[in-house]
């Protein structure tokens, strides 16, 4: 299938095949500038072109070309990351970048919505599933989601996975975001990962919480118990999905985080 892509976008390589689980990408050239080339392999995954396009390069990476299947897009080769900055005492800086950068994704835009994106409520069905099966904290997460979802806020884009390795620094183009879900709703949904993704370790590090939880609701200008609910309502839902995946530690690290949002907003 890539070579297809190569011939029909006049494609050159430009460095080695990168496999993930869900995709192929391949870094080239095209027209001369540096560009990743992302040909999806599950079916959900196929859908992030649907909001990089809508957001045509404000705030996320710019969409040269694309198609049901594929994608090539702005490619950076920066080493500057926000990962790294997070577990080298930078973690709050890195906190408002992502903040920033998910503002911009935010941004209300003179076009319509992209067709075939999930309304935020119906994204929760596996917390749904979850909650009668497991009870205690995944049913906590899943009444303060519906109390979320009857007072939301005016649906935008959402980037739906919102985490520090997929904001990447694009020199003079400043931090943009890649890998999207298709997802539509409320904007406080997308801060909730910045407290919850078990692959940064200081997640659940004593404290980090309410460091942070006064910087995200300074940046967006949410009231802070409303992040404290999304936080709840996400860890549920992060806690569900890896349970489908059979990842305890995901599981663990999303029902810490769930216990420590229900302290903070039962205080």
Known sequence: MSS????????????????????HLYPVRYRDRPAMLKIAHDPEEKFGRLP?????????????????????MERTDSQKNLFHMA??????????????????????????FPSDLVPLDKWFSSLEAAAPVHGG??????????????????????????????????GDRGWLAIDPKRVLGDRGYDYANLFCNPE????????????????????????????????????????????EDGDDHGVESDLTMARIAIAELDR
């Open 137 to 170: 904290l995944f049913a906590r997460a899943l009444e303060t989601a519906k109390t979320l979802f009857a007072d939301p806020g005016p649906p935008v884009v959402l980037h739906g996975d919102v985490h520090h390795a997929n904001i990447l620094d694009f």
């Open 200 to 243: 940064l370790p200081l997640v659940t590090a004593p404290g980090r919480l309410q460091r942070h939880l006064p910087v995200v609701a300074e940046e967006t200008g949410l009231a802070p118990r409303r992040l404290l609910q999304w936080i709840l309502a996400y860890a549920g839902l992060s806690a569900a999905w890896f349970i």
């Open 87 to 112: 577990m080298t005492g930078s973690d709050l800086d890195a906190t408002r970048i992502i903040c920033r950068t998910v503002a911009r994704l935010h941004t209300p835009r003179p076009v319509a």
């Open 4 to 23: 297809s892509y190569f011939d029909k976008w006049s494609l050159l390589p430009d460095g080695a095949l990168i496999t993930t689980p869900s995709s």
């Open 52 to 72: 990089l396009v809508y957001w045509n390069g404000h705030g996320a990476a710019c969409v040269y070309e694309s198609d049901a299947d594929a994608v090539l």
